[in-house]
């Protein structure tokens, strides 16, 4: 897919925050996540390396460096719940395996319409509201128990149903 | 509990907007100091002051301010690191979703006693509330001209750029932190040169953690020996302690330095469960060595005295883990989480944190020999202080000292060949 003109003018106005072009590679791989489905494809790459003037296997080793960039695609909404060890200690093993068994999916897949994925993400820095769950990119949810994945995915699939409506 | 609150508001108040910071004597430093003071006089009082970096390390503060090259070159960066991510650790985000402005009015000051042109914020990408209020602010401090050019009438110019990291916890080690802010993988530089004399793009760069850059309103309106009223002698003023684990009470408490480990943990967190006692606490953040239920019996928490205890404060995050806890398991989560963020440069550091995983995992399914809770410690020992950051000593400290300090658990596991905690620890 090619990037959007507006997708570009956005890139391009993060440049005056830096002495180098480069420093804008994070940035740019986020806006093209946020709005193009949570995931890079192949082909945006060398877009984004025209853009800030570097080589395309530079874009490429830093979107396979971060663990929030993915080159492969994620459900509409990617539910990744937090396994550092204060997470643990409250029960984040229960609370993963909840959202598994709900989804009938586990980590690196999608469920078949494609609504949801599944993956386990690296303490997130909500200890103290252990354990804790973010959904994309978006505010934590924290304080939860393995009872409460049923209604939030209800939740989630209630958006999802709505974004649809809108687009169609 | 009557507690000072240097840099949080009091109770569940949120001062994000700039008119309730102002209300609450916000900015006062600034004006008191942009255009009006001597800058050496500024890195003065943060020196005489004690404050400590906030970010694990515990180095001066004013003293990394001084080692910023006098000769004229321009531009001068601050990297502030708000990368967040030592497990058990949520204090900087207690300042980003609670007083962002305090961290503006900190790097503010900063930038003028240091003759700085522009501060770059690495948060975390993961922090997307914190980073859409602290964006807000940095708003409305443009609009109300502390930020910008000729700041409250003088002739500095001064930028804050909000730079989000996107999940790699080797972005939070300081040349890690620029790699990846310069638009590459984050892994770490040789040292030296050092980041005061060629940090953000070969420039001199002042790099101190958030909280650390938030104390210094404070400090610059109330005077260092205000500062120095709190704490001990050697580990001044307040921090946020983050309490997670088995207590009743977890959460973020801003405590002065001292307070004995399980007064804190009993009396301001709650203490554990009715009825369970207290096994093991890692004491800042899971880089650090843990500690056993009798090593944190009056212990105060200062830089000085959990050195002398056989660990390091770190970023004050308390991990507490009751007598239903595993010490196998806690110490395969630990490993884990290494072998994930190792940037893979070193081979020490590669293949080290990788074996202390799998060996941890062999121990904890019941497949582990006697012999593997010594390769543990040797592969430990081979990995510590041989590589270019410190993530390796982490994974050395944080997962090796469980062998050393719970080498019974261990061992009962090759004898049992299984769990011995099997029904009532926490699950991995």
Same mark, same amino acid.
Do not use: H, N
């Given at each position: 897919m090619a990037l959007s003109d507006e997708l570009k003018a956005r890139i391009r106005a @993060?440049? &005056? *925050?830096? &002495? @180098? *072009?480069?420093?804008v590679l994070l940035t740019a791989l986020h806006f093209i996540q946020e709005e193009c489905g949570g995931w890079l494809e192949a082909d945006v790459i060398p877009e984004v390396a025209e853009i800030l003037e570097i080589p395309p296997i530079d874009v490429k080793e830093v979107a396979s460096f971060y663990a929030m960039f993915n080159e492969s695609p994620i459900g509409k909404r990617h539910v990744r719940v937090c396994t550092g060890l204060s997470c643990c200690l409250r029960g984040a093993r229960q609370l993963q395996d909840a959202f598994e068994d709900e989804l009938n999916i586990r980590p690196g897949e999608v469920t078949e319409e494609g609504s949801f994925s599944i993956g386990s993400v690296e303490c997130l820095g909500s200890c103290g509201s252990a354990p804790v769950v973010q959904i994309n990119t978006r505010t934590y949810l924290e304080n939860l128990s393995p009872a409460d994945a049923p209604a939030i995915l209800e939740n989630l699939r209630r958006e999802i149903a709505e974004d649809e409506a809108e687009t169609a | 509990m009557e507690q000072p609150q240097l840099l949080l508001p009091e109770g569940d108040a949120n001062y994000s907007a700039i008119a309730d910071y102002k209300d609450h004597r916000g900015y006062e430093a600034a004006e008191a100091t942009i255009g009006k003071t001597d800058p050496e006089e500024v890195v003065s009082v943060v020196k005489e002051s004690g404050l400590r970096g906030r970010g694990g390390a515990g180095f001066g503060a004013g003293m990394k301010w001084s080692f910023l090259p006098k000769d004229g070159r321009r531009p001068r960066y601050i990297a502030c690191n708000g990368d967040e991510s030592e497990p058990g650790t949520f204090k900087d985000r207690q300042i980003l979703e609670r007083n962002p402005h305090k961290l503006i009015e900190g790097l503010l000051i900063a930038g003028w006693a240091n003759t700085i042109d522009a501060a770059y914020i690495y948060l975390r990408g993961e922090y997307s509330g914190p980073y859409e209020n602290l964006c807000r602010a940095i708003d409305e401090a443009y609009e109300a001209g502390y930020l910008g050019k000729k700041i409250l009438g003088s002739d500095m110019d001064f930028d804050i750029y909000v730079h989000r990291g996107a999940g790699a916890y080797i972005c939070g080690e300081e040349t890690g932190l620029m790699e990846s802010l310069e638009g590459r993988k984050g892994q770490p530089r040789k040292r030296p040169p050092f980041p005061a004399v060629s940090g953000l793009w070969k420039q001199p760069t002042l790099i101190n953690n958030v909280e650390t850059m938030a104390h210094v309103p404070v400090i610059v309106r109330e005077g260092a020996k205000n500062f120095l009223s709190y704490g001990t002698e050697k580990s001044s003023g307040t921090t946020i302690f983050g309490i997670s684990g088995d207590v009743m009470r977890p959460g973020a408490y801003e405590l002065p330095f001292g307070m004995p480990l399980d007064e804190m943990i009993n009396e301001v967190a709650g203490g554990v469960a009715p009825g369970r006692t207290i096994k093991a606490v890692i004491p800042g953040g899971t880089s650090m060595p843990v500690l056993t239920a009798d090593q944190i019996k009056g212990l105060p928490m200062d830089h000085d005295s959990l050195q002398k205890a056989g660990s390091l404060l770190g970023t004050g995050a308390v991990i507490v883990m009751d007598d239903r806890q595993c010490m196998v398991r806690a110490a395969l989560v630990i490993a884990r989480f290494f072998r994930h963020e190792s940037c893979g440069q070193c081979t020490q550091c590669r293949e080290g944190t990788g074996w202390l995983y799998k060996l941890f995992s062999k121990i904890e399914n019941g497949q582990g020999t006697l012999e593997d809770i010594d390769t543990v410690d040797e592969v430990a020992n081979y990995m510590e202080g041989h590589t270019i950051c410190g993530l390796a000593d982490a994974a050395s400290w944080g997962a090796g000292w469980f062998v050393r300090r719970f080498r019974d658990e261990f061992e009962a596991h090759v004898e049992l060949k299984g769990c011995p905690f099997a029904e009532t620890s926490f699950e991995v």
């Open positions: @993060e440049l &005056p *925050k830096y &002495p @180098e *072009k480069r420093a | -």
